[in-house]
T-cell receptor
Framework: DAKTTQPNSMESNEEEPVHLPCNHS???????IHWYRQLPSQGPEYVIH???SNVNNRMASLAIAEDRKSSTLILHRATLRDAAVYYC?????????????FGSGTRLLVRP | GAGVSQSPRYKVAKRGQDVALRCDPI?????LFWYQQALGQGPEFLTY????????KSGLPSDRFFAERPEGSVSTLKIQRTQQEDSAVYLC????????????????FGPGTRLLVL
């Protein structure tokens, strides 16, 4: 399986934008890029996913590099409730398994 | 609407005890997953059900781990003769469709059961 690399931790100030990077240099053409986040004492929750084009939803934006070897999750205005571990996960469209393969993720600290 | 629920939320077991962890997926969801999350790590896949059929149990760490979903809804993860290395958070997730459908489906996670084996 293609792997992802994320920084262990990042810090942000409240109400400022946050850019969470993810490297996936061995991504295949059929890999979708998914982001989940895990708030303290909760299970992971879906944030966003994309294949090639940038994506926006109510939670965040996903910017995908043209060569698809990296992507960035963008929180436009961080709040204290966004403090969580953010996981960048690749899901192969051709893979018969539905399991999610999590790495260690990026722990985001939001300062008030 | 109701999300995925798990019970108990916390379980303390003595080494050697058997434990049973319950998962109630979102109603109508075909797929159900169990994951194990050690402290400070990301979740790791244990097993997958499509309705009542266990189609993938490749992540179960030993034959002490057993999962079932007899009526295609509620699932139970059982751990026999618990050991200290079994201490972890056990997460259940469900998704609407099964194999052969879109593989990009969202998985909805429960809050987890934190198991501590003494």
């Amino acid at each position: 399986d293609a792997k992802t690399t994320q920084p262990n931790s990042m810090e942000s100030n409240e109400e400022e934008p946050v850019h969470l990077p993810c490297n996936h240099s061995t991504i295949s053409g059929t890999d979708y890029i998914h982001w989940y986040r895990q708030l303290p004492s909760q299970g992971p929750e879906y944030v966003i996913h994309g294949l090639t084009s940038n994506v926006n939803n109510r939670m965040a934006s996903l910017a995908i590099a043209e060569d698809r070897k990296s992507s960035t999750l963008i929180l436009h205005r961080a709040t204290l409730r966004d403090a969580a571990v953010y996981y960048c996960i690749l899901r192969d469209e051709l893979d018969s398994s539905y399991k999610l393969i999590f790495g260690s993720g990026t722990r985001l600290l939001v300062r008030p | 609407g109701a999300g995925v629920s798990q019970s108990p939320r916390y379980k303390v077991a003595k080494r050697g005890q058997d434990v049973a962890l319950r998962c109630d997926p979102i109603s109508g969801h075909v797929s159900l997953f169990w994951y194990q999350q050690a402290l400070g790590q990301g979740p790791e896949f244990l097993t997958y059900f499509q309705n009542e059929a266990q189609l993938d149990k490749s992540g179960l760490p030993s034959d002490r781990f057993f999962a079932e979903r007899p009526e295609g809804s509620v699932s139970t993860l059982k751990i026999q003769r618990t050991q200290q290395e079994d201490s972890a958070v056990y997460l259940c997730a469900s998704s609407l469709k099964g194999l052969g459908r879109t593989r990009q489906e969202t998985q909805y996670f429960g809050p987890g059961t934190r198991l501590l084996v003494l």
